[in-house]
């Protein structure tokens, strides 16, 4: 199967920057996408971010000129890179790895534990 490091998160003031990383590792051929999604109290769980194994990204509106999103395929690591982080931020950040095809022909979908992301004074 396939398994998550993520790190990190944490508190940071408004204006600040945290780097998130994700390193998925287990019997894994290929990723074709991987990515972050968000999850603040009382709100469903939304698109941050992803990235394609071809490099191309995407990036929700809320987070476009603040959040850069990169990876290593040789790795099979994700990076956040989160600036002017603001209060509305704060949220569980989720490790998305997407058409994971698995050495035994496996294709699916996996996600990670989460890490807080705080954003405050």
């Known amino acids: 199967q396939v398994q998550f490091v993520e790190s990190g998160g944490g508190l940071v003031q408004p204006g600040g920057s945290l780097t998130l990383s994700c390193a998925a590792s287990g019997t894994i051929f290929s990723i074709y996408t991987m990515g972050w999604s968000r999850q603040a109290p009382g709100k469903q769980r939304e698109l941050v971010a992803r990235?394609?194994?071809?490099?191309?990204?995407q990036h929700a509106d809320p987070v476009k000129g603040r959040f850069t999103i990169s990876r290593d395929n040789a790795k099979n690591t994700v990076y956040l890179q989160m600036n002017s982080l603001k209060p509305d931020d704060t949220a569980v950040y989720y490790c998305n790895a997407g058409s994971v095809r698995l050495w035994d022909g496996t294709v699916a979908d996996y996600w990670g534990q989460g890490t807080q992301v705080t954003v405050s004074s």
């Open positions: 990235i394609t194994s071809g490099g191309i990204t």
